[in-house]
């Protein structure tokens, strides 16, 4: 039991979102067009988490690195296990935004 419990919950290494958008990669923030209205990261692409599976269109390559973000990480971890599922590889849960925000200034 308690080795499946650390599978679940093991953390990965925290990549460097930085260098991960200076190399092509995009923000895509899962809140939802009002939330993203009263702030959002620059650059950074709004598709809500519940209409996500009809919005693959605007994540052009499946290889490409995605940052996901949302107001405290929950949902966007929720878009990242969505997005690795449909096949999309380089996918990264980044959290709160504004925290996101401070980590790639």
Not at 40 to 57: D, E, F, M, T, V
Not at 85 to 94: A, I, K, R, S, W
Request: glycine residues 10%; proline residues 3%.
């Amino acid at each position: 039991m308690i080795n499946i419990l650390k599978q679940l919950f093991k953390s990965e290494p925290k990549p460097d979102y930085s260098e991960l958008l200076k190399n092509g990669g995009i923000i895509v923030d899962v809140r939802t067009k009002n939330e993203y209205a009263a702030g959002h990261i620059k650059g950074s692409k709004n598709i809500p988490l519940n209409s996500l599976n009809h919005n693959l269109a605007k994540l052009k390559k499946k290889d490409q690195s995605i940052i996901t973000c949302c107001a405290s990480g929950m949902r966007s971890g929720s878009a990242k296990s969505i997005l690795k599922n449909l096949g999309y590889t380089n996918v990264h849960n980044g959290g709160g935004w504004r925290n996101l925000e401070r980590k790639i200034s």
